[in-house]
């Protein structure tokens, strides 16, 4: 029997192909969308002026001065992004990471200048002490070993003086325990009641963050990051991490990095009712741009192809490199 005898026997009443046979279609089905408002563009601040040095491993991306950094907002409001997530480089690192807190410090200037010029903008900050350190670590190192608690009052420090400089959202993304019900309690004691907190709640021990430690310098100067960021076998604790975060007062909660990691984005989604966040991270940016560069595959297809993954797993919002190009196509 041929197999056109055969379709024809079946009598097919189901052809999943009507609703794919043009473009017009295939939109009014379409189950998941991006849209600009999806992205919140990392920033990376630097001290000085005129500074706009590109990030050797990252094409495109760049350390910025403040007054370029105000350039990026105006461009990034131009093209309907609507939120970025501030990283500083700062003038000195030292084994306290005092400059973390510094109400002069490099983002906390950076923060009053672009609320001023961009009151609309929301601004998320980055809080975690790796930038800041002679070593690198995200916490307070004693014998060798990174230390929580005495870490989360520099935290609590540090968001608190993001608060004051204007910050919508403090963004702590260093992993120790108990740091987003401490933050919360800081800032609440300070009146900041609407300053919002997006936890890294499941952020992983990855190897895809080379190339943001290239840009900020904070690659770790001994060991490694596995005692304070999870295991990548485990996707249970990411969802006990996240109760924690959310029961603490997280107003968004992350999972980091986000393509190898979309099943726990998926688990995230069907167990909690809290905006989830995806951080699309370095790694994924330069591996995309290097295959791109060599014509292995078809950059901006691959690109929005993997934005809208994230999208469809569960994230309502994206940090991503590619916000800028994103939104263009968009």
């Known amino acids: 029997m041929s197999y056109l005898n055969l379709l024809n026997q079946l009598n097919l009443t189901q052809r999943p192909r009507r609703l ?6 295939r939109k009014l089905v379409e189950e998941t969308a991006l849209r600009k408002s999806d992205f919140v563009f990392p920033l990376f601040v630097c001290e000085g002026e005129s500074v706009r040095e590109e990030v050797p491993s990252m094409p495109n991306i760049y350390r910025v001065s403040i007054d370029n950094a105000l350039r990026e907002c105006e461009e990034l409001q131009t093209l ?22 510094n109400d002069n410090g490099i983002v906390q200037r950076a923060i009053r200048a672009i609320k001023k010029e961009f009151p609309d903008l929301c601004v998320m900050t980055d809080v975690a002490l790796d930038p800041f350190t002679t070593h690198g670590h995200d916490g307070l190192v004693r014998d060798g070993k990174i230390i929580n608690d005495e870490t989360v009052e520099v935290l609590c420090k540090m968001a608190v003086s993001h608060a004051e400089a204007g910050a919508d959202f403090v963004a702590p993304s260093d992993m120790m325990d108990g740091r987003v019900g401490a933050i919360r309690e800081a800032l609440d004691g300070e009146e900041f009641i609407e300053v919002g907190i997006m936890a890294y709640s499941a952020k992983y021990a990855s190897g895809f963050y080379g190339p943001f430690r290239d840009a900020l310098g904070s690659a ?14 485990n996707s249970d604790e990411a969802l006990r991490e996240i109760a924690l975060d959310i029961d603490e007062g997280a107003d968004i909660v992350m999972v980091k990095p986000a393509l190898a990691y979309l099943d726990v984005v998926r688990r995230a989604r069907e167990h ?7 951080y699309n991270v370095s790694g994924e940016y330069s591996m995309l741009k290097a295959a791109a560069a060599n014509g292995w595959i078809d950059g901006e297809r691959v690109m929005m192809e993997m934005l809208l993954s994230m999208k469809r797993a569960g994230a309502s919002l994206i940090f991503t490199y590619f916000a800028k190009e994103a939104a263009r196509l968009l």
């Open 20 to 25: 794919r046979a043009t473009e017009a279609i």
């Open 272 to 278: 909690f009712h809290t905006p989830i966040a995806v």
């Open 80 to 101: 309907g992004i609507i939120a970025i997530d501030l990283f500083g480089i700062p003038k000195e690192k030292t084994d306290d990471a005092r400059e973390a807190y």
């Open 220 to 233: 770790p100067k001994f060991g490694d990051k596995k005692t304070y960021q999870m295991n990548p076998a």
